[in-house]
């Protein structure tokens, strides 16, 4: 009897954790895995691009978990600058070109993995494809910005978008020797958080040389006579100057091979998975990584949540079930930590925002203090937000903005949030204490000390 064949579209974390998965479970005989990848490298650390451009990683070859040739060590067909172009569903087969020689194959299938991630926001603007423009999100990306970086003379970059990789790509540049000017639409950065807890992140960046300018809407990327980027302009006319110009204005699902086979997509534009992975009404295909939406399980809705945590995760799903196995992915509360300079910044449920737009009523609870005992040395100042539903107490969200140790704090938060738990139970917790940990009562339990009050004054 001949093998089955999986068929990964997509050679990053989701895709190739499922093919790796698949394969601990079944052997060459059994099934046959062809995998392929648009660009050079696979199973790679996307989140870390920006310490590699800053410095703090060695190298780009750091950021790769499992290399290509050890991927074929494993029996995995994987086949590298290789873009699929159409899936045809019905004939359960893929079309696929060598990017380099141009060469177009079909390439038949018994299962189907759909992990194409996600691809920078890039705005229709005159001038977006001025040379030294550069959206990050693969290690391509990352090597053709750090080419940009070596072979140019000015010292001048302008990041649009501050969420978490605009944040994150200010500080590398900053660390690099660049001025940096950040340009954002919103009130404040990291539109992850609410206002007020992205203003602490705001003063932080302007404390270590960013400049960062709110409510600026970009209209044009400004190029000199060799078409390179000069500057970047806004709508209220001014001019930031620039030789480099990172996006960072957010990602997208990267489903148009999707969308143009009729498979089912949310309002995102990500794939709709059940809880085994697999697309919704095919029973052969599953999805995974960056392409997806996920059930955001505060909220009780689907959301794009593009995180390397989940990617690997869906991967190991898929891997199991397309090998033969059971296993199924619950959903998310949307945790995620990122850091400015020493300025730690983390958040996981819903914010404000989120909540209205679930038809909840909550209350919020802000409360200021140090990551270790007052008196120990170094303690640094730590914020910490809490939203609760106002009628029953559920801890629907906490963001937290402080000094080292700070951001980790939001997994005891992240399990409350899973668990289901109130604030009053949160303010239970047996957590750790010592001195050079967390003062005797930890920010947490504090900030839900005072969400309890919150829900009491507020009543029915």
Request: hydrophobic letters at 40%.
């Amino acid at each position: 009897m001949a093998a089955e064949r999986l068929v990964v579209v997509g050679g990053d974390a989701a895709g190739m954790s499922a093919a790796s998965q698949a394969r601990r479970l079944k052997g060459p005989g059994e099934l046959e895995i062809v995998a392929f990848e648009r660009g050079h490298f696979t199973s790679y650390s996307a989140c870390g691009i920006p310490y590699w451009v800053g410095g703090q990683v060695g190298g780009r070859d750091d950021l790769v978990a499992r290399t290509p040739e050890e991927h074929r060590a494993r029996d995995i067909d994987l086949r590298t600058r290789t873009e699929v172009l159409e899936l045809d569903l019905a004939g359960r087969r893929v079309r696929a070109r060598d990017l380099d020689s141009g060469e177009e194959t079909w390439t038949g299938w018994d299962k189907l993995v759909l992990a194409t991630g996600a691809r920078p926001v890039r705005p229709k603007l005159p001038g977006i494809g001025a040379h030294g423009v550069h959206g990050v999100q693969s290690l391509d990306d990352g090597q053709r910005l750090m080419d940009t970086l070596e072979r140019t003379e000015g010292r001048r970059a302008v990041v649009v978008g501050a969420g978490y990789i605009g944040v994150e790509m200010a500080e590398a540049l900053v660390h690099r020797g660049y001025e940096v000017t950040v340009l954002h639409r919103g009130p404040q950065p990291m539109a992850t958080l609410d206002p007020d807890m992205g203003g602490l992140v705001h003063s932080a960046m302007n404390a270590m040389g960013i400049v960062t300018v709110s409510s600026a809407e970009v209209v044009k990327i400004l190029a000199d006579e060799e078409g390179a980027a000069r500057a970047v302009a806004t709508a209220s006319g001014e001019e930031y100057p620039a030789d480099v110009v990172v996006l960072g204005i957010g990602v997208e699902p990267r489903t148009a091979l999707a969308r143009a086979a009729g498979l089912p997509l949310g309002e995102s534009g990500g794939l709709l998975t059940d809880l085994s992975m697999r697309v919704r009404g095919h029973e052969d295909v599953w999805a995974g990584g960056d392409c997806v939406e996920v059930l955001d399980l505060v909220a009780g809705r689907t959301r794009h949540i593009p995180l390397g945590t989940h990617a690997n995760k869906h991967g190991q799903v898929i891997g199991s079930n397309a090998g033969g196995g059971y296993a199924t992915f619950p959903g998310v509360v949307g945790t995620a930590v990122s850091k400015v300079c020493d300025l730690e910044i983390a958040r996981t449920g819903l914010r404000e925002k989120d909540a209205l737009a679930a038809g909840l009523r909550f209350v919020t609870a802000t409360i200021r203090s140090t990551n270790t005992a007052g008196y120990y040395p170094g303690a640094a100042e730590m914020t910490v937000k809490m939203l609760a539903e106002r009628r029953t107490g559920r801890l629907l969200g906490v963001q937290i903005v402080g000094g080292a140790g700070s951001a980790k704090r939001v997994d005891v938060a992240a399990v409350a949030l899973t668990a289901g738990m109130t604030v009053e139970q949160v303010v239970s917790l047996d957590l750790g204490y010592a001195p050079p940990f967390s003062p005797v009562w930890d920010p947490v339990l504090v900030a839900a000390r005072k969400a309890v009050s919150a829900v009491r004054s507020a009543g029915v």
